[in-house]
């Protein structure tokens, strides 16, 4: 026993060093050269939007006033709503609170290495628990540390840590169903994956829900058993979800009141016919079929006159890669299977999983159950299978070793399938590199079609033995090839930015390159457009003016530039202001509908990006929002829109001429429906500028369909004010309330539950103002405000989160005491 353990943990070292060298090997450029793994292409929400949200948790960390809401991210957001428990990201908080938050930036690759060295010792671990070997446990296992989806969906830093957490509930979940020592972990497994993300433990949870059916089935020999085994193991991820609640119930939360929640709508026979009918666009069949053999053989995105072959795009269409090798395997599995396995309860139960995995690929099912029965189809669910296929790889490859023979009829339409995406591939890449990357995927899966052919005809034990080694070399070579052009050719961060006088001349040249008729020349000038992310981000002239205000203007206000430096909308959240600007695929749901309706110019590229320079200078718009102050690069801006005041450096500092406040006070109200009917086709604009600056839109609101039914607006309106103070946190503001009339105080602080507010220390009733907004009511008179927010769910989520773990630990120590009494 000590002697296997020992063999055991040797595997294991060797399993780690083999990850190590290849991760080596693959992020070389990013280890020692100077790419940053940061990306501006098809990966641009690295570059656009975590990043910069990364920075600004750190900034206000080292500057002492964290808070659950943040206003330097748009107009406000809930930070649960992108709130992570991922050792990873903690981790990377830490350096950046140390080293500071552009050099954090450079760790990014070791977290991804550690995350695959994390995901292939799990999953030899989880192997473990079969009766494989340690040569098929260790092949299947560098395999998955080095998966396409890890390795593509890891540069989005948080969907990474899902290929180690996945892993970690099978293996507890199989200790369970074993009846196995650890077997107590289970609920552990769920409740870090809670933890860590609501979105990905939804789809993960169906997965182990489907896993544990289909494997107490196997385990029990009679139904009622296997019912109540299955059973059992769906009590205990309730109860680790529930120990969970305390991160998990406020991160679903802030979800839910997001414009991502948007639930399939229609009649019954409509909402089946999405959900069963193929696939409209015949491409996401042609990439089904081409990207098991590789995620990288329709181009990353349109770079040049190249664009990308698949169905949706790079990141979004299937990932099923986990080596050539496995898809062989795979084939041979669902043929082989039924003959070697006796139990007709386990081959029904294996060829109903496969079934059913293959009808959740080809068919819209499984992309709208896995994103939470909503319109739009995702694959993001890809792992789970990824995990599957490589537990029959594992069986496979003991199979072949113990002399099992295959189909030569499926080996050769295998190898049909693979020669022909790998053709596509090269047919269709723009890049040298990428087609290298095919020409050695087809020459290893060659090899592998010759190598288990032979293993499955041949009985000549040395012969046998030198194929199992040439195979497994041809795994390293082929994993190790997809992986790394994986982060080839990206338009990466760079480690420092291009010197401030080659940036004309390089700049030129990539407009010369641009130009060129070869398809690659000009794909690849992207590549070496100059940097100047860090001299633009992080620019002391800003940080000068910035300071500036905060030392002559005592209120909230909100500042913005008339343009961008790093990124398209996040710079305030790298450079610490509180604007308006931000990327962000989860939007408050109401603030969405604000901007669709009254500003749909706010939008810029899609519908998750606001953006305030490329319209800076509607000063009504900035006005309303509560922009008082803007940063501009130009010396001359139009004095009837902003006031010239001071110069910082080569900046400029205005101030907007209209009244911009954070917080206004109205008197009348218009209903919603009024403000959608009034705000359409080309009088929108004048039509909301007239509503917005002087009525209060409310759900039960006055309802006009024209101008002339709306009610004068009195003195006492315009005399009223309302001022919000400066706040030293984001999630607790004081201000006051000069009311003329009884009235309603508006302010620009996104509806949504979580916020109290008091005027003159009484609780008052919120309600939503302007479609999007919070508003409350006040009466005539001088009044004090305290607006605090408190994260929704947070409390009742830590109650209920308590309890769950004290009976957790009560049926740990209950079992214990019984196993002790039994012995």
């Known amino acids: 026993m000590r002697k296997n353990m020992s063999e055991e943990s040797k595997t294991k070292l060797l399993l780690m060093a083999a990850l190590s060298v290849s991760c080596l090997f693959l992020f070389r450029e990013y280890l020692s050269g100077d790419l940053v793994m940061v990306y501006n292409d098809v990966g641009g929400d690295t570059w656009q939007q975590y990043t910069a949200y990364y920075a600004s948790v750190v900034n206000h960390l080292r500057a002492g006033n964290f808070a659950l809401w943040d206003f330097t991210n748009g107009i406000g957001i809930n930070l649960f709503s992108w709130f992570q428990m991922d050792p990873s990201l903690i981790l990377l908080l830490m350096i950046g609170v140390i080293l500071g938050p552009a050099h954090m930036l450079y760790y990014l690759v070791i977290l991804q290495i550690m995350k695959i060295l994390a995901a292939g010792i799990v999953f030899y671990m989880f192997l473990s628990e079969f009766s494989y070997s340690k040569q098929a446990k260790f092949i299947a296992a560098f395999a998955y540390g080095m ?14 840590m899902v290929t180690v957490y996945f892993p970690l509930m099978l293996l507890f979940a199989e200790k369970y169903i074993r009846g196995k020592k650890g077997k107590t ?49 769906c009590v205990q991820i309730v109860l680790g979800i529930g120990m969970s609640l305390g991160i998990f119930l406020p991160m679903a939360e802030g979800i839910m009141n997001s414009s991502r929640v948007s639930s399939a709508s229609g009649s019954i026979l ?20 081409i990207r098991p053999f590789s995620t990288n053989l329709q181009n990353l995105q349109e770079l040049g006159k190249a664009k990308y072959e698949g169905y949706k795009n790079y990141y979004e269409d299937p990932i099923l890669f986990c080596s050539t090798l496995s898809v062989i395997f795979l084939v041979q599995f669902l043929i082989v299977f039924r003959k070697k396995e006796k139990d007709r309860k386990v081959r029904g139960c294996v060829y109903c999983a496969a079934v059913l995995m293959l009808f959740t690929l080809l068919l819209p099912l499984g992309g709208r159950v896995f994103n939470a029965f909503t319109e739009t189809p995702t694959n993001r669910y890809t792992y789970i299978f990824i995990a599957f296929f490589l537990i029959a790889f594992a069986w496979m490859w003991d199979y072949l070793r113990q002399g099992g023979r295959i189909s030569i009829l499926a080996l050769m339409i295998t190898e ?11 047919s269709d890449s723009v890049f040298g590199e990428y087609r290298e990357n095919a020409m050695i995927l087809a020459a290893t899966g060659t090899v592998m079609i010759v190598c288990v052919l032979y293993l499955s005809v041949s009985s000549g034990k040395k012969g046998r033995k030198l194929v199992t ?40 040249e990539t407009a010369r390159l641009e130009a060129s008729e070869d398809s690659e020349t000009q794909a690849r000038a992207v590549l070496n457009r100059p940097q100047t992310y860090y001299r633009s981000l992080y620019n002391q002239d800003i940080q000068d003016a ?25 710079d305030s959240q790298i450079q610490g202001y509180r604007g308006v600007s931000t990327y962000n695929s989860v939007m408050n749901g109401s603030v969405k509908e604000f901007v669709n309706t009254c500003y749909p110019e706010f ?107 709306l009610t004068e607006v009195l003195e006492e309106q315009k005399k009223s004010a309302v001022t919000l103070d400066a706040a030293e946190k984001d999630s607790y503001l004081t201000g006051s309330v000069s009311a003329q009339a009884d009235g309603y105080v508006m302010c620009m602080i996104p509806w949504e539950k979580g916020w109290t507010v008091t005027v003159d220390g009484e609780k ?31 409390k009742a989520g830590m109650a209920a989160g308590v309890v769950c773990w004290f009976i957790y630990i009560s049926i740990c120590f209950y079992q214990s005491r019984k196993k002790k009494r039994n012995l």
């Open 147 to 160: 998966n396409g989806y890890l390795l593509v969906w890891g540069q989005h830093y948080q969907f990474g």
């Open 185 to 233: 972990f289970f609920c552990v497994a769920v409740f870090l994956s809670g933890i860590y993300s609501v979105y990905l433990s939804y789809m993960s949870l169906i997965g182990i829900g489907f896993y544990l059916l289909f494997r107490s089935i196997m385990t029990e020999e009679k139904p009622g058993a296997a019912c109540r085994k299955f059973f059992i193991g």
């Open 270 to 289: 409509e909402i089946l016919k999405n959900y069963l009918l193929p696939y409209k666009n015949v491409n996401y069949y042609n990439s089904l079929l």
């Open 416 to 426: 049909a399938l693979m020669l022909r995406a790998y053709f596509c591939g090269y």
């Open 469 to 508: 080694g040439l195979l497994t070399v041809m795994v390293f070579v082929n994993v190790i090839s997809e992986g790394g052009i994986t982060y080839t050719d990206r338009i990466c961060l760079r480690k420092t930015d291009t010197p401030q006088e080659q940036v004309a001349a390089l700049a030129e």
């Open 546 to 570: 910035l300071n500036y205000l905060k030392e002559t203007d005592h209120e909230f206000y909100r500042v913005e530039k008339d343009f961008s430096s790093g990124t398209v909308s996040m």
């Open 603 to 709: 939008l810029y590229m899609d519908r998750n990006r606001y953006t305030f320079w490329p319209i800076a200078q509607d000063t009504f718009f900035a006005s309303f929002m509560g922009v008082r102050y803007l940063i501009s690069e130009k010396p001359d801006l139009d004095d009837t829109k902003y006031k010239y005041l001071r110069q910082f450096g080569q900046l400029f500092l205005y101030k907007n001429v209209k009244e911009a406040d954070v917080a206004r006070f109205y008197e009348n109200t218009v209903s919603e429906e009024s403000l959608r009917k009034l705000c359409t086709g080309k009088k929108r604009k004048k039509n909301r500028e007239r509503i917005l600056e002087n009525y209060l839109v409310t759900e039960d609101g006055v309802d006009i369909s024209d101008f002339s039914e």
């Open 764 to 794: 008052v009733q919120t309600q939503k103002g302007d479609l999007g907004f919070l508003a409350f009511q006040v009466d005539k008179g001088e009044h004090q405000l305290e607006l605090t927010y408190q994260v929704p769910g947070l």
